[in-house]
């Protein structure tokens, strides 16, 4: 039977013999979207056969994966290398057989993270494929999880270690469960804060900012946006990783996401 996948959010669902639901609980949801044409379902077989993943290398030992042609959303998930093993950072609905040998040159994934349900995708997929890799996600955003699998970690607190100088951060704002992660040793020591679209950033790369529905334009309150700058302000940054190849900050990013919020808040109130 097929896991089915949703052409618009690209979260694929548990096996059926025939469409798991009427209408994709992602979309239905009032941060996403159901397209005026209607639900639409695909599955990974068909993707195979009509896209394929980019790999680069965004800064020594990150990886970015991407798929081409434009698949839904258009994430880029990153593969992080340490002594101590490998993490991929959020995913994408598209695996195949040339993915999973390029991964495995870089060392393959240990553990999988993702930031929130929007980039849930195929991750049971990728979990399987390299060995059953553990997928972390917060507790709080299970309800949102259309294909449970034994890989699947449930976290609970507000922050964790996945391996020495990696650590996810709950942040909230986006989904209850919301997460960004840290990577102590990236951008040459300076650190590294990989943000999915939970810390978003804008053309004007000076800046960030924070939403409840992007697609929908519904902005975070006041609590929220000040939740999200307090959760980040303990670690150590400089540079920000958004959840696609263009959102990127280079430099000063801790410094960029504490005004960015001010701003917010002095805009809201």
Not at 97 to 102: F, G, K, Q, R, Y
Not at 207 to 232: D, G, H, K, Q
Not at 236 to 261: C, M, N, Q
Request: proline share 6%; aromatic share 10%.
């Amino acid at each position: 039977m097929p896991n089915y996948i949703c052409t618009t959010c690209g979260v694929q669902y548990a096996d059926s013999d025939a469409y798991p639901v009427e209408i994709c609980k992602i979309c239905a949801d009032d941060r996403q979207y159901v397209k005026p044409s209607g639900q639409q379902w695909t599955t990974l077989d068909a993707l195979r056969q009509a896209h394929h993943n980019e790999i680069r290398t965004v800064e020594p030992n990150l990886t970015g994966i991407a798929t081409v042609p434009t698949f839904t959303i258009g994430q880029r998930p990153l593969l992080i290398q340490t002594p101590n093993g490998n993490v991929l950072w959020d995913c994408i609905s598209l695996i195949d057989d040339v993915t999973i040998a390029a991964l495995n040159v870089l060392g393959g994934v240990d553990a999988i993270a993702i930031s929130h349900p929007h980039f849930y995708d195929s991750m049971v997929e990728w979990s399987r494929a390299f060995h059953d890799a553990p997928i972390y996600l917060h507790a709080d955003n299970e309800p949102w999880v259309m294909r449970p699998d034994k890989s699947i970690v449930y976290w609970e607190t507000e922050t964790v270690s996945l391996l020495p100088g990696v650590t996810l951060i709950r942040c909230g704002g986006h989904f209850p469960g919301s997460t960004v992660l840290h990577w102590a040793d990236g951008a040459e020591g300076r650190g590294v804060l990989m943000t999915g679209d939970t810390i978003m950033v804008v053309t004007d790369t000076n800046w960030v900012t924070f939403m409840y529905s992007y697609p929908n334009t519904v902005p975070l309150n006041r609590a929220a946006v000040e939740r999200i700058a307090a959760a980040v302000e303990p670690v150590a940054f400089d540079r920000l990783y958004g959840g696609w190849w263009e959102k990127v900050i280079p430099s000063d990013a801790k410094d960029i996401v504490r005004r960015s919020a001010e701003r917010y808040i002095k805009a809201i109130s």
